[in-house]
């Protein structure tokens, strides 16, 4: 099975050479100089001494593979803002979405109002929106419509199922709820989306048990997709929940690649090895196995997220209620202070660590920037009463920043053969976290050029060729003859990231041209506000379902 291609869009039949580039062709093998014409959307000549209407001069440049960010959170922004500045300035030209078990296909008009509420702080939950689809053909269907400036993949998500089948019931499913989430998560792939995402420390997704997931694994394998976890903890659980995902692909045969694999928290420091060692014998055993990492160490996250699976049974409206009750809320305090929410990864919150990224109520932006800590500090309250305040007077909507994570632990993951790369960035809130604008030309600048930890031509493996191969994208992910014109032009002595936790919006530097289906959109590090890319759906042909 493959994934299928859009081509032939408007600009894209103009026939460019990129003359003299160095050439990293994403497969990991040594650069090499050349000349690299596309025309009509292609790659149609990899020489010397090409020629074309239209030249780029590539002298001291390095022509590579367009990115993909194989963990993203554009469900909306691709719709909403289609010239998508923040992912082509860093040169990525396709993103998978649906991820963590949560968006917005397959819905109806109980669930979709509900995931609206329930989601506003990963992509906001614009005004006058028009939400004229419902299945995942329908929202694939809305992306072709709009135009995008970069393509995009999607990820059923297990957590929308759950909802549609039986909303936020923490049990397990009855049969006939189970074969509906069966039969939902099979149309899904039929209508194009490369796998399943699950999110199992997020509602309702964390209410399954393996047994749940093994089942619907088993439909992932059939249709030839792959799973990808949020699995239950990333903190004192780590371990346990990446040998559950490892043990259902085992048992069901589905692809696995695991999101955003972090070892955080104190529990976790300088255990990466851990984690390599149970990806190692997985893979010896012949699991089919990737996952992805983001450059930086503190996470991102919605402020419910926090809350005890408890607290989120029943949905945004029943999780509004309890925080308003004063024996709710005296229960969530010892779970979160005491006991170790599951929601925070079974650690004990520490409310320093945790700083508020973004809020929807315009009353509340003074908090942006601060940690919890700090605003319990500041007005002589418990860490725990400012945090569920902030909840209920913030409707759910509130994102934060968790300073958790461990610099050698970010490296040794990176430096395996099954790493590729992901974001995991939010493009909403007053200061979201700065790998939505910098994660790719941070790994070329900081850790590839500066610190060594990756050559360039694994640096761009990592983001082209390897992810290219997870998603069945044949003919992208490599500069090759006959292979779909997704490219990126840098300085490699330049490229780094210009967004940081203070201003996480500015725009990667030394990304001088990206093309995506032979189209320009960014052009001189400007962007262009061409939108050629398009939804790449997975078909039985290995052709774009139409």
């Known amino acids: 099975m493959g994934v299928g291609d859009a081509g032939g869009l408007e600009g894209a039949g103009d026939a460019v050479v990129f003359r003299g580039a160095t050439v990293v062709d994403g497969t990991g093998a040594d650069r090499y100089r050349a000349d690299v014409r596309i025309a009509d959307g292609l790659i149609t000549g990899i020489g010397r001494g090409l020629d074309a209407p239209r030249v780029v001069d590539a002298d001291g440049l390095v022509l590579t593979p367009g990115f993909i960010d194989m963990h993203a959170h554009s469900d909306l922004a691709l719709l909403l803002e289609p010239e998508h500045p923040a992912k082509v300035t860093q040169g990525v030209t396709c993103e998978v979405l649906g991820q963590d078990g949560l968006s917005y296909a397959p819905v109806d008009d109980t669930t979709l109002p509900a995931l609206r509420r329930q989601l506003a702080g990963w992509n906001g939950d614009p005004e006058g929106f028009d939400w004229d689809w419902r299945g995942v053909a329908g929202y694939l269907d809305r992306i072709d419509r709009t135009g995008a400036a970069v393509n995009a993949c999607y990820l059923v998500?297990?957590?929308?199922?759950?909802?549609?089948?039986m909303g936020w019931a923490n049990r397990p499913p009855a049969p006939a709820e189970l074969d509906r989430m069966r039969q939902q998560l099979?149309?899904?792939?039929?209508?194009?989306?490369?796998g399943m995402s699950s999110g199992l420390s997020y509602t309702p997704g964390m209410y399954a048990d393996t047994a749940e997931l093994v089942e619907l694994c088993t439909v992932v394998a059939a249709y030839g997709g792959f799973h990808a976890p949020h699995q239950r903890s990333y903190g004192a659980g780590a371990l346990e929940g990446y040998a559950e995902m490892v043990e259902i692909a085992r048992r069901t045969g589905c692809a696995l690649h695991l999101t955003h694999a972090t070892m955080n928290f104190g529990v976790n420091r300088g255990r990466a090895?851990?984690?390599?060692?149970?990806?190692?014998?997985?893979?010896?055993?012949?699991?089919?196995?990737?996952?992805?990492?983001?450059?930086?160490?503190?996470?991102?996250t919605t402020l419910a997220a926090l809350l005890p699976s408890w607290a989120t049974e029943g949905g945004p409206a029943a999780t509004l209620t309890r925080l308003a009750d004063p024996a709710a809320r005296e229960r969530i305090r010892y779970d979160v202070e005491e006991k170790g929410s599951d929601g925070c990864h079974g650690v004990v919150a520490d409310w320093a660590t945790i700083q508020i990224s973004g809020v929807r109520a315009a009353e509340l932006a003074a908090t942006v920037g601060r940690t919890v800590a700090e605003l319990?500090?500041?007005r002589g309250r418990g860490g725990t009463e400012v945090f569920l305040d902030l909840l209920r007077r913030d409707e759910l909507a509130t994102t934060i920043l968790q300073h958790v994570g461990h610099e050698e632990n970010v490296r040794a993951i990176m430096r395996h053969p099954a790493h590729t790369v992901g974001s995991d960035g939010l493009l909403v809130g007053a200061r979201p976290h700065p790998r939505a604008w910098g994660t790719f030309p941070r790994y070329l600048g900081y850790y590839s050029r500066d610190l060594g930890v990756l050559t360039l031509e694994e640096t761009v493996a990592r983001m082209t060729g390897r992810p290219a191969a997870r998603l069945g994208l044949h003919r992208r992910g490599r500069i090759a003859p006959g292979h779909h014109a997704d490219l990126v032009l840098l300085d490699p002595g330049q490229v780094r990231d210009a967004a940081t936790f203070e201003h996480p919006r500015l725009p990667a530097e030394g990304i001088e041209h990206v093309y995506v289906n032979g189209t320009a959109v960014v052009r001189q590090g400007r962007t262009t506000g061409a939108r050629p890319g398009r939804a790449l759906r997975r078909t039985d042909r290995g052709t774009r379902a139409l």
């Open 157 to 165: 998500p297990h957590g929308s199922l759950r909802m549609l089948a």
């Open 186 to 194: 099979a149309q899904g792939l039929l209508d194009g989306a490369v």
């Open 376 to 378: 319990a500090a500041e």
């Open 273 to 300: 090895g851990e984690l390599l060692e149970l990806v190692d014998e997985a893979l010896a055993d012949g699991v089919d196995l990737t996952l992805d990492s983001y450059p930086y160490l503190p996470g991102s």
